[in-house]
């Protein structure tokens, strides 16, 4: 399990909170291709469309490169990287680029297969002095053809490499096939992921500001992933509750035994609940440390530390004022407390319902990985799309090859060797999406117009598509097939 990982606990509790009543209203979609339209006629539009659309949909920041002519003619920052400092997105600002990961790490492949290193019809096995996948009929089958196409019948889970179907025989949009094929090049260079990619992709291309890892120069320019505040504070809830219980009836059998009574102090009762809130902590730093979330583990330790000082402070207010009221009703008294208790835990419960964007914490170590770690500016992500519409550092075949369909999705719909492929009257885009829980992106380009787009956000997932909008105003012509693919609509097998 990763970080760009859908499936992880975190992300679903964000994509079911997310249903409740946040989903994105698509902005009027634009039918016609605007290669043809002047650069500036299309800035102007998304100078003005995009705070508009950005304060309607409540992101906070958002970058984004223009391409014309094989050129990134205009990037532009929107908004915020951190809602609390209000530090200003800028062209320079570095976002988690999610599963655009995959594309960057594919063509890394592509050029060792021109070096002669990899193979693109060789099982991947072959590469490894152990098995990195469990035994199966289809472990000697898989190429990097298909890993890199989707069409090797491995899943989109991380914690599981089991093989869903016979190679070629299928589509399954597939995280853990690209971190197979991350294994074999680390193998066959000797190098870790992040060497390999310096000298293979970001410096020919001039990527400065690109990286698998979270670089320490690049941390202070990196933005802020964001969060809806209900998920963090639930989280803690949760695990606050379930030591509560535990330490608490711990606490009561000990109180017991040593003094012989079931009545708390309230020495007692303070020492429960500090316990338990060092407890609950231990969880989220643990499991999500474990697959490189340490970033999450922080912002759920800085909300339960908000939300306990909170109420402590305005439990301790209102009971030195119930006291003042009522000095000689002890009844009246705990009757209050409880009230105004329960009113507090309301207005928290209200407070975080309806708080957006929270921002997380950046300073966390990254392991590299080649399905989803990289973080880049939108002009880096810009310069990569260039390339890839037209490879400068690939042989002829293997720039043939990275854009041919592979495997076919719909009418619509292909994916190439690393990109999707999405197929229209004016001519194939192709394109690759980034979901993080807290960050978003996508890069779309048409070789032949030589038209493309990059855009990247800081907003979670409760708002999953905001960045394919966006990118969609910048370029019109179709966008629902990718949307389709996007969430993940087109997985299937032969024979179903």
Avoid at 299 to 318: E, H, M, Y
Wanted: hydrophobic share 50%; charged share 15%; proline share 6%.
């Amino acid at each position: 399990m990763m970080r760009f990982k859908v499936a992880s606990p975190l992300a679903l509790l964000v994509l079911l909170a997310g249903t409740a009543a946040l989903a994105a209203t698509p902005p009027q979609q634009v039918s016609l291709l605007r290669s043809s339209e002047p650069v500036e006629a299309i800035v102007a539009d998304l100078e003005k469309f995009v705070p508009e659309y950005m304060r309607e949909q409540n992101i906070p920041g958002v970058g984004i490169a223009l391409i014309r002519d094989g050129k990134a003619v205009w990037t532009k920052g929107f908004g915020v990287a951190n809602t609390i400092t209000r530090r200003p997105i800028t062209p320079e600002t570095v976002f988690e680029v999610a599963s655009n990961s995959k594309v960057v790490t594919a063509y890394i492949a592509l050029r060792l297969v021109d070096q002669g290193l990899l193979s693109l019809d060789k099982p991947l096995n072959a590469y490894l002095p152990e098995p990195w996948l469990p035994p199966s009929k289809y472990r000697d089958a898989i190429t990097l053809r298909h890993v890199l196409s989707h069409s090797s019948g491995l899943g989109h889970s991380t914690t599981s490499r089991e093989s869903l179907f016979p190679p070629g025989r299928g589509y399954s949009y597939s995280a853990i096939g690209i971190q197979y094929a991350q294994a074999v090049i680390e193998q066959v260079t000797g190098q870790p992921l992040e060497q390999v990619a310096q000298e293979m992709v970001f410096t020919p291309l001039g990527m400065s500001s690109s990286s698998f890892v979270n670089r320490p120069d690049l941390t202070a320019r990196t933005a802020n992933g964001h969060l809806h505040a209900i998920v963090p504070a639930l989280l803690f809830a949760v695990c606050y509750l379930v030591f509560l219980v535990i330490v608490g009836l711990v606490g009561l059998v000990i109180h017991r035994i040593r003094k012989g009574q079931w009545k708390l102090t309230r020495r007692v009762v303070m020492i429960i609940l500090t316990v338990a809130f060092v407890l609950a902590l231990l969880p989220p730093f643990v499991l999500l440390g474990m697959v490189s979330l340490s970033e999450f583990a922080w912002l759920i330790a800085f909300c339960g530390l908000a939300l306990t000082a909170t109420f402590a402070l305005l439990f301790l207010a209102g009971r030195i004022i119930i006291v003042r009221l009522s000095p000689q009703r002890p009844w009246q008294q705990r009757i209050l407390t409880v009230m105004w208790s329960v009113l507090i835990l309301a207005g928290l419960v209200f407070l975080t319902i309806n708080l957006t964007n929270v921002p997380v914490p950046r300073w966390t170590g990254v392991k590299a990985e080649a399905a989803g770690s990289m973080r880049a500016t939108v002009g880096d992500m810009a310069a990569f799309l260039i390339e890839v519409s037209d490879p400068q550092h690939l042989s002829s075949e293997m720039a043939k090859q990275l854009q041919t369909p592979q495997i076919r999705l719909s009418n619509d719909l292909s994916w190439g060797l690393g990109p999707g492929i999405q197929h229209s009257a004016k001519g194939d885009a192709l394109w690759q999406w980034g979901q993080h829980i807290d960050f978003q992106s996508i890069m779309m380009i048409y070789p032949e117009q030589r038209f493309g787009v990059v855009v990247c956000t800081n907003n979670d997932l409760l708002n999953p598509d905001v960045a394919l909008e966006i990118a969609h105003r910048a370029l019109g012509g179709k966008i629902e097939p990718v949307r389709q693919a996007i969430h993940l609509g087109f997985n299937y097998r032969e024979g179903e």
